[in-house]
């Protein structure tokens, strides 16, 4: 066979992930830098404890990754001993046809494994000096290989550390947080400047006096107090420094920085001509950097306002993005976002209801919300649980705005309308427990589902009580209608596998994709939560029900074990495919494409799928799936 011209290399780049995914020019270029070799069977390609020269990327043939042991190792291994057959090859990994390997030596600088050609084999080699160049100049072509995941040699460091800087260097000011400016007159007593600070949470106060506008922090009111003993009823205009140190929210952030350091001071007034627009806190400038979870809790708590949530909930996807380019655990992740979500939410509900619907009602969130498992901005699912005989007149305005700040928000409508701006998802609890009578003893298609997103629900806000009033006749309910876990099992085994019998990936029709929810996760998912339904479990979170369910010795502790670690990796490419999509300016959605995995992660994924496979079948067992029609 020919070996492949400038042209055939560049198609066949063009191809793979993420060569595909660079720009023409550059996609030129890696192609023509590329070089074809070609290996006899047995033959290294790389010994652990080298240092790599180039990526190799398989034309034909196969590849083992082995642990360290070579042919000749293992032949000398076995020469030394004197007797018996030759050792056998460890191998960890097996490479074929548009397989990349290895990523992570050329970037830590030597190999941890070996690599062998099983057969005779042929690999496109991209030397490391150009692959080290496309890693650096193409952001996107570095995030495929989570280079922030793992610490970084000092070359690749810096490589990022100036892509760092550089964004750091071009963001102004108004692209972070500021907080909005709270003003005192300047004959307000300490005792009044303190009780403003703690009123709307910040740690400064601007002092009017006369045509002049000044600033009195924490630490100067604990000063007089506590060090100069002055009276709490001193006026605080004293206190104020009105020679302010400002800068225009056009300006740098960098220049924001340098400010501060050259003042030794921890804010800046942010002003535009005569308007100031508020404070720039050194702890939110540093979290930039950072993106700090704290930093968008803290802006949730003193947001007087929705543009005020607004801003702190589309700083979400950056803090998601960071926390997985750092591979932190997918069910941490979860739980910080469902945190967050729940605390943005909460203050949403508490800026727009009044104190009357608020000692009134109960605040939901259901379906994956309320089991702690959303990632990314997903489908709104939410729902209000009103007190029996009690209505409010302005209601649907109130329920409709929520609504429709949540879509502000990047939270998309809800495609079957469970949301609170829908009637049939807020209503009386004599309602809602007349509702479950007819899911339960009545259900329909539509009703399971109903039920489903229903029995996950979470309160955030308002009288939770409301809710567990609501779950105690659904239980007393399902007593009486033992017939119905079966029913509500069903959905379980209602989807493929996407795996064939050869363990081949079954990808979409008219798409190179397959749907991870729907093939892998929703299984495990619907299948726990039937469990947990059927044994009265009080969790939510489908890995908590899991070792709940283990502990009742339900399921091996194996299988749970394998279980759990299925549901959190396919959870996880779930979230790795989204932002990635997102990172395209692609429509976020289910779907993955398993050629963009690593040769481990694809194998991970089979192996997730068979769990999954081996699960239905003990619902199936277990629920008697066979005897229903």
């Not at 006899?40 to 990754?65: K, N």
């Not at 107090?225 to 001193?234: C, N, T």
Request: hydrophobic share 40%; net charge negative.
């Amino acid at each position: 066979m020919a070996l492949p011209d400038a042209l055939d290399q560049k198609t066949f780049l063009a191809q793979l992930s993420p060569f595909g995914q660079l720009p023409e020019p550059e996609l030129e270029r890696v192609a023509k830098e590329m070089t074809v070799g070609s290996y006899r069977a047995g033959e290294v390609l790389l010994q652990a404890g080298d240092r790599p020269h180039c990526l190799f990327i398989v034309i034909d043939g196969s590849i083992w990754e082995t642990d360290g042991e070579t042919p000749a190792a293992l032949d000398a291994a076995g020469a030394a001993g004197g007797q018996g057959d030759r050792p056998l090859l460890c191998v960890t990994a097996f490479y074929s046809v548009e397989d990349v390997f290895d990523t992570g030596a050329l970037l830590e600088g030597t190999s941890k494994h070996s690599f062998i050609a099983a057969e005779p084999t042929r690999c496109f080699c991209l030397s490391r000096t150009a692959f080290l160049q496309t890693v650096r100049d193409n952001p996107p072509f570095a995030r495929f290989y989570d280079l922030k995941t793992v610490q970084q040699p000092a070359a690749r460091r810096d490589s990022e550390d100036v892509q760092d800087l550089s964004a750091f260097t071009v963001t102004k000011i108004r692209d972070v947080y500021i907080h909005p400016p709270i003003y005192v007159n300047a004959e307000a007593t300490l005792h009044e400047a303190a009780v403003a600070m703690k009123a709307n949470k910040i740690n400064s106060v601007l002092v009017r006096h006369g045509d002049e506008t000044g600033i009195v922090t924490a630490t100067d009111l604990r000063e007089a107090a506590i060090i100069e003993r002055r009276s709490l009823d001193a006026p605080v205009g004293p206190l104020a420094r009105y020679e302010l140190i400002e800068m225009g929210p056009d300006d740098f952030l960098f220049n924001a920085l340098l400010r501060m350091t050259r003042h030794n001071i921890n804010r800046l007034v942010i002003r535009d001509g005569p308007h100031i627009h508020g404070i720039l806190e050194q702890i939110d400038l540093l979290s930039y950097l950072s993106n700090h979870s704290h930093l968008i809790a803290l802006q949730i708590e003193r947001a007087q306002s929705r543009e005020e949530i607004k801003w702190a909930s589309r700083d979400l996807i950056n803090v998601i993005r960071d926390l997985n380019a750092k591979g932190i655990k997918i069910r941490y992740i979860m739980q910080l976002v469902s945190e967050l979500n729940k605390k943005m939410l909460r203050k949403l509900f508490e800026l727009l209801a009044p104190r009357e619907l608020l000692d009134n009602s109960c605040l939901l969130v259901l379906g994956s919300e309320g089991r702690e498992e959303q990632v990314l901005k997903t489908d709104q699912d939410n729902a209000l649980i009103l007190r029996d005989d009690f209505s409010y007149p302005d209601l649907a305005r109130i329920t409709g705005e929520f609504t429709e700040s949540l879509l502000e928000f990047g939270y998309p409508r809800c495609p079957g309308n469970i949301m609170v701006s829908n009637p049939y998802w807020t209503k009386s609890v004599a309602a809602f427990k007349e509702e479950l009578f007819q899911w339960i003893v009545h259900p329909t298609h539509d009703s399971f589902l109903q039920f489903a997103i229903f029995y996950d629900a979470k309160a955030v806000a308002g009288d939770e009580n409301l809710l567990r009033h609501v779950k105690d006749r659904m239980h007393r309910l399902l007593g009486d209608y033992r017939s119905f876990y079966s029913q509500f099992a069903k959905a379980t085994v209602a989807f493929d596998t996407p795996l064939s019998f050869f363990t081949n990936f079954v990808l979409e029709k008219n798409r190179d994709e397959l749907d991870i929810k729907k093939g892998g996760i929703f299984p495990i998912v619907h299948g726990v939560r039937s469990l947990a339904l059927e044994y009265r479990l009080p969790q939510t979170n489908t890995l908590e029900r899991i070792t709940a369910l283990s502990q009742r010795n339900l399921f091996e502790p194996a299988f749970g074990t394998e279980l759990s670690e299925a549901f959190a990796f396919m959870s996880a490419l779930r979230t790795k495919a989204g932002l990635q999509k997102i990172e395209r300016g692609l429509p976020q959605d289910n779907y993955m494409n398993p050629k963009e995995l690593s040769k481990l992660e694809r194998e991970q994924l089979r192996d997730s799928l068979k769990i999954v496979n081996e699960f239905k079948k003990f619902i199936t067992y277990h629920f008697k799936l066979g005897m229903i029609s």
